[in-house]
Each structure stands twice: as structure tokens, then as C-alpha cells.
T-cell receptor, first 118, second 117 residues
């Protein structure tokens, strides 16, 4: 149990276009989802926390107008990279939690989405 | 603010040898500590976690980690590794109850463990 999927797994787009990445919890209801970004040979960096039915909370330095997050249902959160630029090329990873007790809940991670902006 | 340092980016070992993956953290509040493993082409999976109580925690596949508050460390160990343990391992912390980083994970840089036959 506790499977999280991401779609697409890889995407290549032209500079200036927008890309949407989906994160789904397949067998549980995720009241909270997190979005991370990982650069090559670096750690995962938390971008934002997404709670179902409310606005996402962004980490310092993350542009909320550029990285649009929508947590429309208990099983789906989307990250849209707007007006993408080559520096947005990265590995984007989501995680989901049941939020029984947030601080101790296990986060279940998706397999990640490789975004390449040309 | 919290930070996590994994001191080794790559650790090559031979099968059946012991291994230790090092993790140190810094935090101004009490923390919860985690080790995640990422196998090739898969998402991160929780390996083990320390929340409270006994400082030695174990996973179902033979890994263990010990929380050392005085040294702010949470090193991961296994007495005898298998080829199938080859993966990337991430140490992470989250703020304890009431901390401002409640629920948010801060990750280390990752350690690639390669087990050779």
C-alpha cells in the first residue's frame, strides 16, 4: 500500500511554455502533499507544502507565481511550471502523507519527474 | 533552521562486508530523524525513523541507526550487506512537535552505496 505516482516521468519543453506535473496517491487519501526539487548530485529541497482545499505554503525563495500548486482532491496535487526557462530544468518529486500526526507521519514519495527546458 | 550533512557521497563495499553511512544534523529544536532509500528508477522509501524512546532503531532488512544527541548524529549501519542493498540513501530530519518546521523534511545530500560481488 501507500503508492504515489507522478506523471509524466520525463518531459522536454521549449523555453517560455508551461508544464504540468501530476502527483497522485493511488491507495490512500493524502490530506498533505509536498513538492521537492532535486538538482544533480544535490539533496532534495522542499519547494512547497500543499493541503487539500487550501492554498499551498511555499518555502522561502520559491516563486509562487512561477510554480503553481493545486491540491484539488485528496488524491491529486499538480505542480505547474509556468513560462519555463532552462534553469528550471530539474528533477521534481512529490510526497504524500495521510496526516494523522503530521510530524511523525511517513511521507510516501513519487518516482519523480525529469523536466528539461530547451 | 535545520541542516543535514551526509559525509560520504559514495561508499563502495564488497558483499557481506559491514557498512556505515554517516549523517550529522544541526537543529535548534528537537527533531525526528529518518533514513530513506532510493533504488534505481524508484521513489524514496522510508527505511527507518527515530521519533522518541530507544535511541537504536532497526529496519526489517537488517539496517539499524542510532540517535546520538550529544554528537548530533544518526549513522546508518548494516553488519553484512547484500548486492540488493545497492541504492542511494538519504538522511532527513523534521522538526519535533511544535517546531516551525513541523512535518517538513530537510534532506542530506545522499550517499550512493554500491555493493560489489
Amino acid at each position: 500500500g501507500a503508492v504515489v505516482s507522478q506523471h509524466p516521468s520525463r518531459v522536454i519543453c521549449k523555453s517560455g511554455t508551461s508544464v504540468k506535473i501530476e502527483c497522485r496517491s493511488l491507495d490512500f487519501q493524502a490530506t498533505t502533499m509536498f513538492w521537492y526539487r532535486q538538482f544533480p548530485k544535490q539533496s532534495l529541497m522542499l519547494m512547497a507544502t500543499s493541503n487539500e482545499g487550501s492554498k499551498a505554503t511555499y518555502e522561502q525563495g520559491v516563486e509562487k507565481d512561477k510554480f503553481l500548486i493545486n491540491h484539488a482532491s485528496l488524491t491529486l496535487s499538480t505542480l505547474t511550471v509556468t513560462s519555463a526557462h532552462p534553469e528550471d530544468s530539474s528533477f521534481y518529486i512529490c510526497s504524500a502523507t495521510r496526516r494523522v500526526r503530521l510530524s511523525t507521519d511517513t511521507q510516501y514519495f513519487g518516482p519523480g519527474t525529469r523536466l528539461t527546458v530547451l | 533552521a535545520q541542516s543535514v550533512t551526509q559525509l560520504d557521497s559514495q561508499v563502495p563495499v564488497f558483499e557481506e562486508a559491514p557498512v556505515e553511512l554517516r549523517c550529522n544534523y544541526s537543529s535548534s529544536v528537537s527533531v525526528y530523524l529518518f533514513w530513506y532509500v532510493q533504488y534505481p528508477n524508484q521513489g524514496l522509501q522510508l527505511l527507518l525513523k527515530y521519533l522518541s524512546g530507544s535511541t537504536l532503531v532497526e529496519s526489517i532488512n537488517g539496517f539499524e541507526a542510532e540517535f546520538n544527541k550529544s554528537q548530533t548524529s544518526f549513522h546508518l549501519r548494516k553488519p553484512s550487506v547484500h548486492i540488493s542493498d545497492t541504492a542511494e540513501y538519504f538522511c532527513a530530519v523534521s522538526g519535533g512537535a511544535g517546531g516551525t518546521s513541523y512535518g517538513k523534511l530537510t534532506f542530506g545530500q545522499g550517499t550512493i552505496l554500491t555493493v560489489h560481488p
